[in-house]
């Protein structure tokens, strides 16, 4: 594909990155990963592709077995994966991976975890099932029942629940939190297909109706809590956020390829302080979102105490700063931004998406404030 | 020059241990914590003689330019061994000599060991790191701020003097320094890029006048200079005559370094810290801390606060890995405080309402607050502005094309009569 053939031309990658970089490049070159084929398949309902996403999972480059891999170098992945327009529950993966390693059964983590790793199996995570995160204000309630647990509720936006295996979600009971991993073909469990402005990506509405799944479903301890899913939480938000900051870095290079192909009134138009001021600030933005993730990649890895608000720091400012390099880049395109043909409006669509999944910079600026406990005071008080 | 003889090969964890006990010895512990936000920087006589008296005792207790060269009055160590002196120092209280200060170490002097004569390094280092000649840059002309090179003030070669005349502007500092590092024009007639000197010009000089501006916080902290037939010696000239520009990249190099605080120590990101602590303490005083929108400005603006600095850590982290821009994308970290800091000033005065606007006398604290907001376009302005940065940076690090210019192939007497006839571009 010649979109391909550029891949990791004309682009200046960190040398101590390379060894990560280059053999997921050379597998997006190698195996014909493409933004024709992201395209073809949007244009197709972007249903996702089994035999592909199985062919992603047996390289071993994106999965980390056993939740062993360093999230720095998980990030580095999912930069690349975002910079692709990969389709796929590739952080979802990661963090089902993680969570079945290090709170699953011992089924879980041998059979299901690593035929997940193999992409053998398939499953996604029901992300807003967390009460209390992203504002989401889903809650699945969870009933004992003889055979297990009987779930019925409703999960708004789960990436690829119509073509997986398996769904991760939270649930609530009298006792607390819980966590289950259940079989998408359960009796009770129904997947709508929404439409959405990320068209790359396929999203469904996840109705629980009388769900009666075993004891053995449970992913971790019954009542693990928000904080036993706290890792996987930090981990989605990095990921996501350095997928982003790939997405971007992928057009902020065409909108800057094109400011110095395209000529008007007798000059490239990057010659314009309107245009050049434009994509340097664009470009601020990109590397201070890249220094954003690097920075919480490493806060988490190094379990940092700040960790968790390094992350929605994190999230927060990439949110903003994705839709702002996103729009410069819509500007300084012009007329050519408003073809279907060109490929800009599907990085549009998904860094614009990417923005609001996993909580909105508006969810997590509410997030810091909690962290460093800033009350109201009460009516009155004033020091 | 020293107290203290080093022998070249001592370890870094030997420096430290002397380090720690010459600070104990010799200096005070520091009390008081840093306050983020500026008051009034001017500074008196007095003040200034005491730092300059501090200044000597750390250089003559042998930490003062710790990476400079011996012969130089330096101690020719690693920047590891700064490091570690800057780490054991911080609890000290060390001398402060202002922005001046700042200057006459992290750019003047290194643009003095990259680019001045034998004899002039000589005459004027070992006197700096000892606290006896403070400077300032006499760069900017009032007729002439981004466009540098356009600079007007004029030196004229008569033997082996020249005589300058002109005048200097947004000088830091320059009431209380020693010298001023001068960019004057030395030709009218040739290109305005060719034709420019670098001089050293001492403030007492027969013919200068130093006169701090007053600026809107009510402080007085740069300075304009007038030269009237100041007789300089051709030994005080730094680069040759008429190779000023390539003299000036250096110093703006060196001046963008210092205000992104310097490569290395930004690599270390420490943590974010606090929560907006200006800016909490203000929504307590206003009973705003529960108010959803003022949350939302308390925490992106802590988030900028750390931005700025993870920004910094990957900036030095890229520079050290060998980017093909190299220290041309130090200007990232000048743009992102320079948009930044207005950013957070207009957030912080929408968090303190009323109460940022009018204070009973004598409350200091508000006050600060108010001149945090006045002096939130600085860095947006001063030492290039956000303009001058994206130029630099959209040129340089993204490689755009420049603009047309209408300066080249003319001299520069002819560029001053094209613009003051400006009729467009035919």
């Known amino acids: ?180 991993l259940i079989p998408t073909g359960q009796p009770g469990l129904r997947l709508d297909r929404l439409d959405s402005l990320d068209i790359t990506r396929a999203f469904y509405t996840v109705t629980l109706t009388n769900v009666e799944v075993p004891v053995t479903s449970l992913v971790g301890a019954r009542a693990v809590g928000t904080d036993g899913v706290a890792r996987q939480v930090r981990t989605a938000l990095v990921l996501a956020t350095a997928m982003t900051t790939g997405s971007m870095g992928h057009i902020f290079d065409v909108a800057l390829q094109y400011a110095k192909d395209r000529t008007a009134f007798g000059r490239p138009i990057g010659s314009f302080q309107a245009i050049k001021h434009l994509l340097v600030d ?53 007329g050519i931004s408003y073809m279907w043909e060109n490929d800009f409006h599907l990085f549009l669509r998904r860094i614009t998406t990417d923005a609001a999944l996993f909580g909105t910079a508006q969810w997590h600026n509410e997030r810091i404030c909690e962290l460093h406990s800033l009350a109201a005071q009460p009516t009155g008080e004033q020091s | 020059m020293t107290e203290t003889a080093a022998p070249a090969s001592i370890s870094v964890e030997q420096f430290r241990a002397q380090a720690r006990a010459w600070l104990e010895a010799n200096l005070e512990r520091r009390t008081d914590a840093l306050k983020r936000t500026r008051g009034l920087v001017h500074r008196t006589v007095e003040d200034i003689a005491e730092q300059r008296a501090l200044q000597a005792l750390v250089h003559r207790g042998g930490y003062a330019g710790i ?18 002196y800057l780490d054991e120092a911080k609890d000290f209280i060390t001398p402060d000599l202002g922005i001046a200060g700042v200057v006459t170490l992290a750019v003047i002097a290194q643009t003095a060991l990259r680019h001045a004569s034998e004899d002039f390094k000589q005459r004027h280092l070992g006197p700096i790191l000892a606290g006896e000649e403070l400077w300032a840059e006499f760069l900017s002309d009032p007729s002439a701020g981004s466009d540098l090179a356009g600079v007007t003030t004029t030196a004229v070669r008569e033997g082996d003097h020249w005589v300058l005349n002109g005048s200097k502007v947004w000088s830091s500092g320059a009431y209380y320094a020693d010298f001023g590092l001068c960019l004057a024009r030395t030709d009218w007639d040739v290109p ?47 680069g040759g005559v008429g190779e000023g ?76 890995a060998g980017h093909p821009a190299g220290p041309a994308i130090i200007s990232y970290s000048k743009l992102a405080v320079g948009l930044m800091e207005p950013e957070r000033a207009k957030k912080a005065m929408h968090v303190g309402g009323a109460a940022a606007l009018a204070w009973e006398p004598g409350d200091r604290d508000a006050l600060t607050f108010s001149l945090g907001y006045l002096n939130s376009r600085v860095t947006a302005i001063a030492g290039g502005t956000n303009e001058i940065q994206r130029n630099a940076l959209g040129e340089r690090v993204l490689g755009l094309p420049r603009e047309p210019s209408f300066d080249r192939g003319k001299t520069f007497r002819q560029v001053q009569d094209a613009g003051q006839n400006w009729a467009g571009d035919s």
């Not at chain 1, 084929?37 to 089994?50: M, Q």
Request: hydrophobic share 45%.
């Open chain 2, 245 to 320: 520009w390539a003299v000036a990249q250096s110093v703006l190099q060196y001046e963008r370094e210092a205000s992104s605080g310097g490569l290395t120590s930004v690599l270390t990101l420490t943590g974010p810290g606090p929560l907006a602590p200006d800016l909490v303490e203000m929504a307590r005083r206003t009973g705003r801390t529960g108010d959803p929108h003022t949350r939302q400005l308390i925490a992106t603006s802590h988030t900028g606060d750390f931005a700025v600095r993870a920004l910094g850590a990957r900036l030095a982290r890229l520079m050290l």
């Open chain 1, 282 to 334: 664009a470009s601020l933005k990109l590397e201070t979102s890249r220094a954003m993730c690097d920075a919480a990649a490493q806060a988490v890895d190094e379990e940092t105490p700040d960790a968790d608000e390094i992350v929605s720091m994190a999230k927060a400012y990439v949110a903003d700063a994705g839709v702002d390099v996103a729009h410069a880049v819509w500007q300084s395109l012009g």
């Open chain 1, 1 to 180: 594909m010649a979109d391909d053939a550029s891949r990791a031309a004309g682009r200046w990658i960190e040398p101590d990155r390379r060894p990560i970089t280059d053999p997921v490049l050379g597998f997006f070159d190698e195996s014909g990963w493409s933004l024709t084929e992201v395209r073809a398949l949007a244009e197709a309902g972007a249903v996702l592709d089994r035999p592909r996403w199985s062919e992603l999972g047996a390289s071993g480059h994106f999965l980390p077995a056993g939740g062993e891999q360093s999230l720095a170098r998980s990030a580095v992945v999912a930069e690349e994966f975002g910079r692709a327009l990969g389709q796929g529950p590739f952080v979802e993966s990661v963090v089902v991976q993680l969570a079945l390693s290090q709170l699953g059964s011992e089924s879980h983590r041998t059979k299901v975890g690593p035929d997940i790793v193999a992409g053998r199996q398939l499953a996604t995570w029901a992300a807003s099932s967390i009460p209390g995160y992203w504002g989401s204000g889903s809650d699945v309630q969870a009933e004992s029942s003889p055979a297990g647990f009987v779930l019925n509720g409703s999960l708004p936006m789960v990436l690829d629940a119509g073509a997986v295996d398996w769904i991760l979600m939270s649930a609530r009971d009298g006792a607390g939190v819980s966590q289950f």
């Open chain 2, 67 to 84: 990476t400079w060269p011996v012969e130089y009055g330096g101690r020719g160590l690693t920047r590891a061994h700064e490091l570690a």
């Open chain 2, 192 to 238: 305005k890029h060719k034709g420019l000197t670098w001089f050293a010009v001492g403030t007492a000089l027969p013919g200068v006048t130093v006169e701090p501006l007053t600026e809107i916080t009510g402080d007085a902290e740069f300075c304009r200079e007038e030269f009237h037939d100041v007789v300089i010696a051709d030994s005080e000239r730094i």
